[in-house]
């Protein structure tokens, strides 16, 4: 099959040699866990435990409210000690539910017993929404409801999303590698919902062992295939991808069903996997630690809740001083201020850098050479959206299409006068809104 | 532990900078320097010289006084003067350079708020101020000694010309025009580093050459055709002055728009103005254009259906 990819889009230095070889292995949590109640888009969970109370491993400690939300888990036993807000990785305070860790890990009964083999759709369905299973990119799109799109009948491709198109970050890169079947498991789960699609996982070129992993794994399946595809930043995109593996295009104001289409990040494929197969909950998922201030790299299969300093001392702790410490990878992840943050559902890497581009680069005029709008791989006008933001001017901002932006970050990355395109972006969309909302609620 | 630096993403940069691709228009720009300065002698270099470096002072003293921050490091400064001495004849007075250089820097480009903001392209601008202001001065041309016409004004008053010699550029014209090689040896740099991308000029100079071949009153003469393209500024303009970033359309549509403009204009111009030149006026013309360009041609958002076509489907 030739080599898929989409229109726009750039190169960064990918960083992924680093933490490429690191094999997978598993990280103890420490003494105290966080369990922030929203770790996912929609409303945050409720919690069902009380101060004091003894939760087992995989035992729900927080409940969904409403329909798009997600329940959630501790990943130890041990004892609740306090509900308050803690600081998470995006920077906010959120309200948060802490254990202390009683190094026991004793079991929850699983959350499903039954052979998958005789269960109904619904009974799937129950069991992933019981899990507590998002989208674990970073969306945090719960997947149950992704699952479950108005037009089933029209869902005629289900996306594993392998691309990792992020520099440096190598978590999903280990779980092709280590965990072929369990993904391949996974994504049967899935089709089996839709029995008229077919299942697709996206890969990079840049990582040949997981595509022949996968084509070795998926060899007797008809109704799945490996799609290579092309590595630019960003292909992991969910629009970018949908239109790599399918040739179609959906906008701000669809969701992928609407191109017949459901995407899935590989984590998440993982945790449909062991919901439904060992009935455990979403509890663990892989984090690379990687960066040129860490002493070593590592991928590491970490307790949800795990504070980001045990996975730094693991690591060795730093080899430099850290100029910037990321939650995620340098395109689109979140620059920290404080280490004292819990690894989450959507957590995929902390990126420690010795050197900061932006605090060391000054913005200087922009020269119009339209280097940001050959990278968009929304074919929008950068340059422009960003000067209606700075003119704080709505109505050319929108008719410029700057309500499309998916703030991947390729505008600022390629300017020559250094501006901060995508930052001037995002805050105007913020803007506009926060402005909608206002009025709506007039 | 130190604090930690803290902002939006992203948090990388390629190495890219202003200066950089402004250096490498300079590197673009040498190749028909050193061509102009080997056929028309030293003088070539004086005029060039204080181009340069009467458009950086302009721009230092500017923005001194202004209390701006200084930019002449981002070297946009010296890619005016170069262009703007590559625009003269050699035989010109430098006080003459002096003024456009100046006019350039300080009219066109720093009262409309410097790097960026320039509606006209800085050099071309200064250069049809000294054409109006300095007519004769600006087109007299002696070439070996010998005060004669330039090809291209040989060409219109219905004189043959050597084709390979004008290819070549050993012929009368402004310091920096008259040898196409020379030109395009520069823009293939150009378009190797990927500093500019050829559309425009591929589009200007289709445009342009179907509209002699139908206008031009000689018919289907290649050589007539092939002399028209190496005459004047035209390779200069279409390559350098043409996909000027600031002056020129950011968008695809926009760029073949401009590109179909100019190559009308020019032809306009040459064939039926009175002078044999045009290239100049017509890139400022167009110029000025490019806004209405850039309205009427904004590019469609990935997977956004245009609101006529979403109509007939719903």
């Known amino acids: 099959m030739s080599v898929l990819t989409f229109r726009g889009g750039t190169h960064p230095y990918d960083g992924k040699a680093l933490s490429r070889d690191a094999a997978i292995e598993e990280l103890k949590p420490g003494e105290e866990l966080v369990f922030p109640l929203s770790q996912h888009i929609g409303a945050p969970a409720v919690p069902i435990v009380e101060i004091g109370e003894r939760v087992l491993a995989g035992q729900k400690i927080a409940a969904k409210a409403g329909f798009v939300s997600a329940n959630i888990h501790s990943s130890v036993s041990g004892t609740v000690v306090k509900i308050e807000p803690r600081t998470v990785a995006t920077g906010g305070k959120v309200n948060s539910i802490i254990i202390k860790n009683d190094n026991l890990y004793e079991q929850a009964p699983p959350i499903n017993d039954k052979n998958p083999e005789d269960m109904t759709d619904d009974e799937i369905r129950a069991v992933i929404e019981e899990a507590g299973i998002v989208g674990m990119g970073g969306a945090g799109f719960p997947t149950n409801v992704k699952l479950t799109p108005k037009n089933p009948e029209k869902i005629d491709t289900i996306i594993v999303n392998g691309a990792e198109c992020e520099p440096y970050l190598t978590s999903d890169y280990r779980r092709m590698l280590e965990y072929t079947d369990e993904l391949v498991k996974g994504l049967k789960i899935a089709l089996r919902l839709f029995p008229g699609a077919r299942g697709v996982f996206g890969v990079e070129d840049n990582k040949p062992e997981a595509i022949k992993a996968l084509k070795n794994a998926t060899s007797g399946e008809d109704n799945i295939e490996v799609a290579v595809l092309k590595i630019k930043y960003p292909q992991g995109g969910e629009r970018c991808m949908i239109k790599a593996v399918t040739g179609r295009e959906i906008n701000s104001k669809m969701l992928p069903a609407d191109a017949g289409c459901i995407v899935h990040n590989i984590d998440t494929i993982a945790s449909i996997y062991q919901a439904v197969y060992e009935g455990r909950p979403l509890t663990r998922r892989i984090v690379t630690v990687t960066g040129d201030a860490v002493n070593s790299t590592h991928n590491y299969y970490v307790y949800l809740g795990t504070n980001m300093r045990v996975l730094i001392d693991a690591a060795g702790g730093f080899k430099t001083e850290p100029a910037k410490v990321i939650s995620g990878g340098p395109m689109m992840g979140f620059a920290m201020y404080d280490l004292d943050v819990p690894m989450v559902k959507g957590s995929s890497s902390v990126l420690a850098l010795s050197r900061d581009d932006v605090s060391g680069s000054a913005e200087s005029p922009c020269i119009r050479c339209g280097r940001c709008a050959s990278a968009c791989p929304e074919h929008l006008l950068p340059m422009k959206l960003a000067q209606a933001a700075r003119h704080n001017d709505a109505d050319t901002f929108k008719k410029l299409y700057g309500m499309e932006c998916v703030e991947c970050g390729c505008c600022s990355y390629v300017c020559p006068a250094k501006r901060q395109v995508t930052q001037s972006v995002k805050s105007m969309k913020r803007m506009i809104m926060a402005q909608a909302r206002k009025e709506a609620k007039k | 532990m130190n604090m930690l630096n803290v902002s939006s993403s992203p948090h990388v940069r390629d190495n890219s900078s202003t200066r950089r691709i402004m250096l490498d228009v300079c590197i673009a720009l040498l190749p028909a320097c050193i061509f102009g300065i080997v056929n028309f002698g030293m003088r070539a270099l004086a005029v060039l010289a204080v181009s340069v470096i009467t458009c950086v002072v302009s721009e230092y003293l500017f923005e001194y006084f202004m209390h701006k921050p200084i930019t002449i490091g981002d070297l946009s400064a010296v890619v005016t003067g170069l262009l703007l001495g590559m625009n003269m004849p050699h035989t010109i007075p430098l006080w003459i350079v002096m003024i456009g250089s100046v006019f350039a820097i300080i009219v066109v480009k720093q009262l409309f708020g410097g790097l960026g903001q320039n509606f006209m392209n800085p050099a071309l601008a200064a250069r049809c101020f000294l054409l109006i202001s300095f007519a004769g001065r600006m087109t007299s041309f002696t070439y070996d000694g010998v005060t004669g016409a330039t090809p291209l004004a ?110 009308i204009l020019t032809g306009l111009f040459r064939i039926f103005g009175n002078s044999a030149e045009g290239v100049s006026y017509a890139i400022i013309f167009s110029n000025i254009l490019v806004p209405l360009i850039e309205k009427i041609t904004v590019p469609r958002a990935f997977g956004v259906v245009r609101e006529k076509k979403s109509k007939e489907v719903s």
């Open chain 2, 154 to 263: 040989l060409l219109k008053s219905g004189e043959s010309v050597n084709v390979l010699r004008m290819f070549l550029g050993t012929t009368a014209g402004v310091i920096g025009e008259t040898s196409t090689v020379a030109i395009l040896v520069g823009a293939l740099y150009l378009i190797i580093r990927k500093v500019i991308t050829p559309l425009i000029p591929v589009i200007y100079l289709a445009v342009f050459s179907v509209f002699v071949l139908l206008f031009g009153g000689h018919g289907f003469d290649m050589t007539y055709l092939a002399a028209e393209l190496c005459g004047g500024g035209l390779m200069l303009g279409a390559f350098f002055m043409a996909t000027d970033y600031v002056t020129s359309p950011v968008n695809t549509a926009g760029k073949i728009i401009y590109g179909i403009i100019l190559g």
